[in-house]
């Protein structure tokens, strides 16, 4: 909630709890995948709040961002004393 505040005080155009369908032979399965955060129609943001961000949660993404067709994708770990210590950008 906080983040998204930010985001909007900074005019930063964003889609919380984006939808994303799935395409599975010849249907297609709406609110198949959640983005937690699509910013600026480009950008997935992925948010956790774990010990250690893993290699899943990188597989996670990247599934987000190729199903979505987007290059770029962030995951933010809020779990830690730096926010810049839980950030890992990923690009396609």
């Not at 993404?61 to 839980?86: E, I, P, Q, S």
Request: charged residues 20%.
């Amino acid at each position: 909630a906080c983040l998204c505040y930010e985001l909007s005080q900074a005019g930063v155009n964003f889609e919380p709890q984006c939808s994303l369908p799935i395409r599975y032979g010849d249907a297609t399965i709406e609110g198949g995948l959640r983005l937690d955060l699509l910013v600026e129609g480009k950008v997935i943001v992925e948010l956790k709040s774990i010990e250690t961000l893993l290699p899943i949660h990188e597989a996670q993404l990247l599934t987000y961002m190729k199903l979505a067709n987007k290059r770029l994708g962030f995951l933010l770990n809020f779990n830690t004393v730096l926010l810049r210590d839980g950030m890992k950008r990923l690009v396609l």
